[in-house]
């Protein structure tokens, strides 16, 4: 994705000169950006629940393995955190299945299909994009009161599921699929949906990847929606979780236990970040540069 | 964006095997497969929005069951209510500052990391990571960052600037989030700005050396600006309706305090909802006036990036 043959191979001294600068720009603006979360694994290793001024930024003063097994010990028996967390996966889970699978259909619809009222269908969708859910969130949580849903998995999965961007990244891939292909497949004398289900959607594994990446990292992150929808604990997310952590031994923040807990909720989503890196930046490309 | 068109089906020359009179399988397959998308919009989206707004003319308490029609009353309230206008007025500053300078950081990033090495590349995936970061994390850790034993103080310290408790201080608090969100959001839109500058084709760089766009400023003002309009109003527009919205953060670290400092419309909609329990009319009402005010911004912003010549 990032290849870009802006470095020359016969480079004078100015250009080289020029190169490490910017190496040397990047690599300080990295380290930058890793001192917080290097802080947040430090303090995990730690015993002391405290925040000590001058901050003991040194990686072996005051660590142990051991320590961060009976801080990992604590949280994991605090309130029902195997249970939140639980619910958060299952909640993430669910969330992108039926917005990919439901971006897909759609996706491939809008690309591929020629129907009555496809355009108007379309805008519908484009339109979604000016109404933010945070600002219909109070009519949403209104609405599932009225339904009785409040503090249930279905409350909190599907008001997530109506994904534009899933369908945009859906339909721009597909529009890029060679027409031939699914030529082939028609005069074989396949129907639509065979072709989608036989064809199709089994070329479409980098948009698949791209769009469960992107509604796995906003459902995992969520924290407005469960904390409008769940009322009661046993249904918390980890967002929650954290929140409710960081208030429960009231104004003192047990910094230790609070980044263990921290870790524990930023790590599936950055080793998916890692894994998936490409998929996750020509997803932003596809969704954006259309 | 490309119009919606591409279709293969449409080709007359290609005989279909079900023959004239029967139904046309593409059209229903169509239908079908768009079924399920337009059922999720039309109940969780379009559904809310209206309802939003129906709410807004009632004086409505779920608890106790009282239901009243009050027509415009409650917008009246709301633009009246002090507590509202200060929400207002400061995620307008926030607005303001922080989509200003998360979208110059964010170019600045993307034209830093514009190499193929790989120092660039794992430089930019660790700059990256804030951004797929939940933000109720971020503020865990930015609350110490700020906290009067944390980072900020720490650094100071080497200057001998005495340490501040930066989150309770009413002048200190809003800024000392308004960085937070700059840190973390301007790796996000420095992707898009990355993409952008990757389809730049190769051939324009180099008719710009021939052509003696050697120094680095003219280059800017000639190739990357120009080329960068569009990535500029998706940053832009992008960020103005994220930072419209400006939630979580203060919610987690500061409850919308030190003395309303940090109160935005999102946290005075939650609070008349779920802590002054009784009229979400009122909330509904300032909702949507949010709602109106992010779509005016969008539109006209929108019209001055495309209009502008530069």
Same mark, same amino acid.
């Given at each position: 994705?990032?290849?870009? *043959?802006?470095?020359?191979?016969?480079?004078?001294? *100015?250009?080289?000169?020029?190169?490490?600068?910017?190496?040397?720009?990047?690599?300080?603006?990295?380290?930058?950006?890793?001192?917080?979360?290097?802080?947040?694994?430090?303090?995990?290793?730690?015993?002391?629940?405290? =925040?000590?001024?001058?901050?003991?930024?040194?990686?072996?003063?005051?660590?142990?393995?051991?320590?961060?097994?009976?801080?990992?010990?604590?949280?994991? *028996?605090?309130?029902?955190?195997?249970?939140? /967390?639980?619910?958060?996966?299952?909640?993430?889970?669910?969330?992108?299945? *039926?917005?990919?699978?439901?971006?897909?259909?759609?996706? /491939?619809?809008?690309?591929? #299909?020629?129907?009555?009222?496809?355009?108007?269908?379309?805008?519908?969708?484009?339109?979604?994009?000016?109404?933010?859910?945070?600002?219909?969130?109070?009519?949403?949580?209104?609405?599932?009161?009225?339904?009785?849903?409040?503090?249930?998995?279905?409350?909190?999965? #599907?008001?997530?599921? =109506?994904?534009?961007?899933?369908?945009?990244?859906?339909?721009?891939?597909?529009?890029?699929?060679?027409?031939?292909?699914?030529?082939?497949?028609?005069?074989?004398?396949?129907?639509?949906?065979?072709?989608?289900?036989?064809?199709?959607?089994?070329?479409?594994?980098?948009?698949?990847? =791209?769009?469960?990446?992107?509604?796995?990292?906003?459902?995992?992150?969520?924290?407005?929606?469960?904390?409008? +929808?769940?009322?009661?604990?046993?249904?918390?997310?980890?967002?929650?979780?954290?929140?409710?952590?960081?208030?429960?031994?009231?104004?003192?923040?047990?910094?230790?236990?609070?980044?263990?807990?921290?870790?524990?909720?930023?790590?599936?989503?950055?080793?998916?970040?890692?894994?998936? +890196?490409?998929?996750?930046?020509?997803?932003?490309?596809?969704?954006?540069?259309? | 964006?490309?119009? %919606?068109? $591409?279709?293969?089906?449409?080709?007359?020359?290609?005989?279909?095997?079900?023959?004239?009179?029967?139904?046309? @399988?593409?059209? %229903?397959?169509?239908?079908?497969?768009?079924?399920?998308?337009?059922?999720?919009?039309?109940?969780?989206?379009?559904?809310?929005?209206?309802?939003?707004?129906?709410?807004?003319?009632?004086? &409505?308490?779920?608890?106790?069951?009282?239901?009243?029609?009050?027509?415009?009353?409650?917008?009246?309230?709301?633009?009246?209510?002090?507590?509202?206008?200060?929400?207002?007025?400061?995620?307008?500053?926030?607005?303001?500052?922080?989509?200003?300078?998360?979208?110059?950081?964010?170019?600045?990033?993307?034209?830093?990391?514009?190499?193929?090495?790989?120092?660039?590349?794992?430089?930019?995936?660790?700059?990256?990571?804030?951004?797929?970061?939940?933000?109720?994390?971020?503020?865990?850790?930015?609350?110490?960052?700020?906290?009067?034993?944390?980072?900020?103080?720490?650094?100071? $310290?080497?200057?001998?600037? @005495?340490?501040?408790?930066?989150?309770? $201080?009413?002048?200190?608090?809003?800024?000392?989030?308004?960085?937070?969100?700059?840190?973390?959001?301007?790796?996000?839109?420095?992707?898009? &700005?990355?993409?952008?500058?990757?389809?730049?084709?190769?051939?324009?760089?180099?008719?710009?050396?021939?052509?003696?766009?050697? $120094?680095?400023?003219?280059?800017?003002?000639?190739?990357?600006? @120009?080329?960068?309009?569009?990535?500029?109003?998706?940053?832009?527009?992008?960020?103005?309706?994220?930072?419209?919205?400006?939630?979580?953060?203060?919610?987690?670290?500061?409850?919308?305090?030190?003395?309303?400092?940090?109160?935005?419309?999102?946290?005075?909609? &939650?609070?008349?909802?779920?802590?002054?329990?009784?009229?979400?009319?009122?909330?509904?009402?300032?909702?949507?006036?949010?709602? %109106?005010?992010?779509?005016?911004?969008?539109?006209?912003?929108?019209?001055?990036?495309?209009?502008?010549?530069?």
């Amino acid at each position: 994705m990032f290849k870009s *043959g802006r470095i020359k191979k016969n480079i004078n001294v *100015g250009e080289a000169a020029k190169t490490y600068l910017i190496y040397a720009i990047s690599i300080i603006l990295a380290i930058v950006y890793l001192v917080p979360f290097y802080w947040t694994v430090i303090k995990a290793f730690r015993n002391s629940i405290f =925040a000590n001024f001058p901050p003991n930024m040194d990686p072996l003063s005051q660590t142990s393995i051991s320590y961060f097994i009976t801080n990992l010990r604590t949280v994991w *028996g605090f309130g029902d955190f195997p249970l939140w /967390y639980f619910n958060s996966v299952f909640v993430s889970i669910c969330v992108v299945a *039926g917005s990919v699978f439901v971006g897909m259909l759609a996706g /491939y619809a809008f690309a591929r #299909l020629r129907f009555p009222g496809r355009d108007y269908l379309f805008y519908a969708v484009l339109a979604t994009l000016m109404i933010p859910f945070p600002v219909i969130s109070i009519a949403s949580y209104v609405f599932m009161l009225d339904l009785n849903w409040l503090s249930t998995y279905q409350g909190l999965i #599907l008001p997530q599921i =109506a994904s534009a961007l899933d369908v945009f990244i859906m339909r721009q891939y597909f529009l890029t699929i060679p027409e031939e292909v699914e030529l082939a497949a028609k005069i074989d004398g396949m129907r639509p949906w065979q072709i989608f289900f036989r064809v199709s959607a089994p070329m479409a594994k980098p948009a698949i990847a =791209a769009a469960t990446i992107f509604s796995f990292i906003g459902s995992w992150n969520n924290f407005l929606w469960p904390l409008m +929808e769940v009322h009661s604990l046993n249904m918390f997310t980890l967002p929650l979780v954290l929140n409710f952590f960081k208030g429960a031994n009231g104004t003192q923040i047990y910094w230790n236990q609070m980044m263990t807990v921290n870790i524990l909720t930023m790590i599936p989503t950055i080793v998916i970040f890692i894994v998936f +890196e490409k998929y996750f930046i020509s997803g932003i490309s596809m969704n954006y540069y259309r | 964006m490309r119009s %919606v068109e $591409s279709n293969i089906y449409n080709k007359e020359n290609i005989k279909v095997r079900e023959g004239k009179k029967r139904k046309d @399988p593409e059209k %229903v397959t169509g239908i079908i497969f768009v079924i399920p998308l337009m059922i999720f919009i039309t109940v969780f989206t379009f559904f809310p929005a209206i309802y939003s707004f129906v709410i807004s003319l009632f004086h &409505y308490d779920p608890f106790f069951h009282s239901i009243y029609f009050v027509g415009i009353s409650n917008y009246v309230n709301v633009v009246k209510d002090p507590a509202f206008l200060i929400a207002l007025i400061n995620v307008l500053i926030y607005t303001a500052v922080v989509v200003t300078i998360q979208t110059f950081l964010a170019f600045g990033y993307a034209l830093l990391f514009n190499t193929a090495s790989r120092i660039s590349r794992i430089a930019r995936a660790i700059v990256f990571i804030p951004a797929v970061v939940s933000p109720v994390s971020m503020s865990i850790i930015f609350i110490w960052v700020f906290s009067n034993t944390g980072l900020v103080n720490y650094i100071l $310290s080497f200057f001998g600037i @005495p340490p501040h408790n930066w989150l309770f $201080s009413t002048r200190y608090a809003f800024p000392a989030i308004m960085a937070m969100n700059i840190f973390t959001t301007a790796p996000y839109f420095m992707i898009v &700005y990355s993409a952008g500058l990757q389809s730049i084709p190769q051939e324009v760089m180099d008719a710009a050396k021939i052509d003696g766009l050697k $120094s680095g400023l003219r280059r800017f003002r000639y190739i990357y600006f @120009p080329l960068m309009r569009f990535s500029t109003i998706l940053v832009v527009i992008l960020g103005l309706t994220g930072a419209m919205q400006l939630f979580d953060q203060i919610y987690v670290i500061t409850d919308g305090g030190p003395a309303r400092a940090t109160y935005v419309p999102l946290m005075y909609i &939650y609070n008349r909802t779920f802590v002054y329990i009784g009229d979400i009319g009122l909330a509904a009402a300032a909702s949507f006036v949010l709602f %109106v005010i992010i779509l005016v911004l969008t539109i006209t912003q929108r019209k001055v990036i495309t209009e502008r010549r530069w």
